[in-house]
C-alpha cells in the first residue's frame, strides 16, 4: 500500500502526461502482481463494494478528531473531498507498515457482513496508524471514485510498457466484468482464456466533435458515411456460444435490462458483435431519452413497462461474424455485412441505422437540419475506409451535433464544486421569471473559463443572501446563456420542465435581470 | 465606547483618533505591515515598525512615515500604543492599545512558525484580541517547514541534474524571501524577477540573503539551465514564463494545501508554506493573549468565531476588506 501510495502522489504531483505513464509504469513492473492487478481495477473503476456509509465515516471521523460535527462538516464542504477531510483532519502521522495494496482491499471486503462496532473499530485502527497519504487512499478504497486525473487509456499505455503486450489488446482484455479476486495479473492480462472470455466486450470507438472551421473545406463529402447521431444509449450486442450480453459504454452489463432482446439469440447467429444504439421505439416511432431514462431507472423490468417502453438496437457497426474480429477491415465493408447480415433477420428487434451518401456538404448540412425531426441530436460522420478504433481517436468519426437550443437565465444559487474545483463555487443553479418570480430551472457547472469562475467566485462570496450547508443564495444580479441539447415536460421539477446537458455558453453582462427569459419562453422551445 | 471601532475606511481608534490598517486615505493611520491590502494608498501619516518604513516607501511612493521599535511605547491623547513581533513577514507588528487599563490587540496577518527571516511571534496579553483567521479550520496544519525547504532543495537538485530550471513562485513580499533564505546555494544560481528582487532588495539591509541575479531581456536561456528562478505566481503561463526555456514550476502557498487547488494550479510541484498561522497556531497564539474577547477579521471568519464560542470565548466576526477566502488577492501582489 505503501508504494501504492507513493505512486498516487506522484500522480497527483504532475501534470505531464509523460511523467503520469512513466510513474505508472514503474509501478506496474515493481509492485507484486497481486498489487498491481488491484491497481489496475482501481485505476479501470471497479473497487470493492462501499461496506460503510459515508455518514458513519463522517461520525467515527468528528468522533476520533474530537471536532463538533458541524466543523467537520463544514470542513468537508470546503475541502470537497471527504476521504482527504479525514486525512486531513485526523492528525496522525503512523509510522508502522501498512497491510499490502491487496490484503487491505482484502480487508476492506471482508468488512462488509460485520458488524458496525467491528466495521468501526477496523476504520478507527487504521485512521490512527496510517500515514497522512496512505489514510486518503485508504479512505478512496472505502469510498470509491478514485479520480485522479489517469484516464484508463493512460493507465493501459503504461500497462502496455510494463508487460509489452500491445495498447489494443490490453484495452480489449480490461473490458468487461473481473474482478482481482477470480482472476490473475497472468491469466487477465497476459495469457487470458478464450473460452473464459465469451462475455468481454470490444473496448467502445469514440467520436469527437467536428472542427467546423476546418473540416468542411478539408474534406471530400465522397469519402465519408453520413448517418444520425441517434438519441439514446449506446450499447454493444455480443451473441456467442448461444448467449447473449449487452454492455453500455460505462462498461456495465445491461442485459438484463432489456428482456426483449433475448429473442435475439435465436435469431441471429452466434459469434456476433454489434455495436449500436438502444432507443425507445414505439408505433414505428422514435421516443424521447426520458423515456429510456424511466425504463434504466426501474430495478425490475415488468411487462406493462416493455410495453410502454419498448426499445430496440439500433445498429451502425460490426466488429465481430461468426467469431471472427472484424475491427480492422475498413466500415465500408463492415457496414455492407452488417446490412446484409440484418436483411437476412428481418424479424429481430434490430433496425439498421440508415447511411447517407452525399455528394456535397451542403446536402449534409441540409440533412443535419431534419435531426429533430429524424428524432437524432445531429450527425456522425465515419470514413469509409477506417478501422474500428479504441476509445477517443481524431480523425476518423466525428459528431456534427445539431446547434443547441438556449435561454437566458439568473444566477439564483451556487455551490461549492469538488476536485479540481474545491473550495470555488462552481456548481450553479439558474431560474427564469414566471409571474414575477425567479423559478428554477436548470443547473450547470460547466462553460466558464477560469478567469470567469474565479471573477463568479468573488460574486458569489460577496453577494451572499443566504447559506445552506455547502449552497449560498446569492442576489439574482447575473444573468448566463443556458445551452441545452433536449427539452421535455416533466413533473419532477419545479419548473414543470427538464432540459438535457444544460451549460454555460455565454455571461451576459450586456443583460440585466429584468432581460431574462421567462418559463413560457422555455415552454414554446417544447413545440 | 470601544476601544477600537469598525468603520467604512477602518479600525478607529476614536479615543486617539487614529486608524489602524485602513482601507481609505485618513490623517493618521498605524500600519501593520507592508502586504497591499494593509498598507494602502492615501492616507497623510503613516506609523509602522521600522522594517516597514522601506516597504511602504517602495509600495507607496512618497508618504509621511515614521518607524517605530518593537515595544516601544508612544501615546496618542492619551491612548498607549506599541508594535509587537507577529511573525508573519518581516516588520510585520501586531498593534497594542491601552487606554485606562484596557487592553485591545490587532494582529494584522501573523504566524507562529518560525521563518528564519521575521521576528517570532510574541503573544501580547488583552482583553480583547482581533485576529486573522485566514487558515482557521482544523483541515489545515502546517508541516515541519525545514522539510518543506528540504523538499525544496531536492526539488531543484533534481531539476540541475536535468539541466531544468527550476521556476520557484511565491508572492514579493515576505514568500520570495522567506524561500530565498533556505535556498541552498551551493546547488546552482539564483535568478529573479524585476518584482522579486526590487522587494529583495529593499529587505536586504535587514536580512542576510543569498545572492541574486535579475533576469533582463540578455539572459539566455542557456544560462539558466538547472539553475533556479524566483518569481511572483502571476508569472505562470506567461511570454516572461516561455523565455525562461525548459522548466519546471513550483508554487509555495497555504492556500494549496488541498488537492483540488493543487490540481488547479497546474504546477509541477506544491509546497504547502505559509505565512499565516493555521488552525492550532491560531488556537494557540489566542490562549496565549489570556483575552475574553476575540473579533475574527479575515479568512474562515464565522466558523472560527463560533468555533471560539463553542469553547469559552465570547467571539464575534467583523467584515474588514484584508484579503480573505480567495489567494488571487494575495498572489496578485
Redesign the interface.
Known sequence: MRRFAALIETL?????TTKKVAALTQYFKKAPKVDALWAVALLSHRRPSRPVTTTLMRTWAAEL?K??E??FE??YH????LA??IA??V?KEGTASPPSLKDCIEEIIALKPKTEEEKKQYILHQWKTLSHLERFVFNKILTGGFRI?VSQKLMTRALSKAVHVDETILAHRLMGQWSPQTTTFDQLLLHPNPEDQISQPYPFFLAYPVEEASFFSKENVEDWHIEHKWDGMRAQLILRKGKHFLWSRGEELITDKFPELNVLTDQLPSGTVIDGELIPFKDNCIGNFQDLQKRMGRKTVTQKLQKDIPIVLMAYDLLELEGQDLRSQPLRKRQQLLDRLLKEYPTAPIMLSEVYQFTDWEQVRREREKASEKRSEGLMIKHKEAPYGVGRKKGIWWKWKSDPKSIDAVLTYAMR????????YTDYTFALWNEGELVTFAKAYSGLT?VEI?KL??FV?QNTLDRFGPVRQVNPELVFEIAFEGIAPSSRHKSGIAVRFPRISRWRHDKKIEQANSLEDLKQLLQ | MPLLEFTSKGIYCKQADVYLDPWRGVDKALISHGHSDHARWGSKRYITHHTNVPILQHRLGKVVVTGKKYKETFRINGVQFSFHPAGHVPGSSQIRAEYKGEVWVFTGDYKTQLDGISTPYEPVHCHTFITESTFGLPVFRWEDPTKIHQQINQWWAANQAEQTCSLLMGYSLGKVQRLLKHLDPSIGKIYTHGATEQMTEVLRPFIDFPKTELITPATSKKVLEGNLVLAPPAVMGSAWMKKLGRVSTGYASGWIAFRGARRRRAVDRAFVLSDHADWEGLLSAIKATGCENVITTHGYTELFAQYLNEHGWNARTQKTQYASETEEILSAE
Open positions: 497527483d504531483g504532475t501534470n505531464k478528531t471536532l463538533p458541524w466543523l463544514e470542513s470546503i475541502v470537497g473531498d482527504e477531510t486531513l483532519l492528525q486525473g464544486g469538488h476536485g479540481r474545483r474545491t473550495n470555488l477560469d474565479k467566485d468573488q462570496k
